[in-house]
């Protein structure tokens, strides 16, 4: 007999990667299906890498013959029949779903057999109902490190402690990413800061950023601000360890950000 699944083609950073996740994750447990992966999309581009492995994430990689063959669909002339080996290998019963516009589409929860989602699936309404599950999950399997303690130990002692993202790399040195997203303004920062100092008592900002050597010449212009120098020998998951234990956030147009938030 058959068993139906769930089977996410990741893409993005680890910002998209978690919106992957829970959206599965939560549409398995609505229907008591398996949650599977694969990472096609990422071998291909080579610019983002596999960036769940350290948290404690409850899916497998998809088996070799699935892969191959959801790689093959990738060719226009090979779509048809890669996709009819793989109604015989899962049961027939089988939905690609592309997310075309970044809406919550609820009729997915309807659909039967199994199910390939490709796309972002960044709403957390796919999760919302599951939410406990997905933060358990996302903790992560390995304690602070050593180059983080002393962040993680000051953020803990302030009693107003504000996460700060700049998010500037690709969205300033890709034009395409640029045209798309943009980035925040200085002013919007400042703008944020000068809210939260009339808003809440002894506020400090901890800057969370891809080119913290930027924010250190345009955004220190006060006393009470910390840079989270990373450590590029760990993964992005450190920083946003850091960032979930701030009370507070001023986030960048970015999903990342978002996760630090949330």
Not at 164 to 192: E, I, M, W
Not at 224 to 247: A, K, V, W
Request: charged residues 20%.
């Amino acid at each position: 007999m058959q068993t139906h699944k769930i089977i996410i083609r990741l893409r993005g950073g680890v910002g998209n990667q978690l919106f992957q996740y829970a959206a599965g994750r939560s549409i398995a447990l609505e229907t008591q299906r398996r949650l599977c992966y694969e990472t096609y999309h990422l071998e291909r581009k080579k610019t983002r890498s596999f960036a769940m492995h350290m948290f404690n994430t409850q899916w497998q990689r998809e088996g070799h013959i699935s892969c191959y063959l959801l790689k093959a669909t990738r060719k226009k002339h090979l779509y048809p029949s890669a996709m009819m080996a793989m109604k015989i290998l899962h049961g027939f019963d089988v939905h690609y779903i592309y997310d075309q516009h970044l809406n919550y589409e609820p009729s997915i929860i309807h659909k039967t057999g199994t199910l390939i989602l490709d796309g972002y699936w960044a709403s957390y309404r796919y999760f919302e109902n599951h939410q406990d599950t997905i933060r358990s999950d996302l903790t992560l399997t390995t304690g602070i490190p050593n180059s983080y303690q002393e962040y993680w130990n000051e953020i803990h002692s302030r009693e107003n402690a504000i996460a700060v993202h700049v998010r500037r790399g690709d969205y300033v040195d890709n034009p395409r990413a640029n045209a798309r997203h943009g980035t925040c303004s200085l002013d919007y920062y400042f703008k944020a800061m000068k809210w939260y100092e009339e808003h809440v008592q002894n506020p400090w900002f901890y800057f969370f950023s891809d080119d913290i050597h930027w924010v250190k010449k345009n955004l220190l212009n006060r006393k009470n601000i910390t840079l989270i120098y990373t450590d590029n020998t760990l993964g992005d998951y450190e920083d946003l360890r850091l960032m979930s234990s701030c009370r507070h956030f001023i986030t960048a147009n970015s999903t990342f950000s978002w996760w630090g938030a949330w």
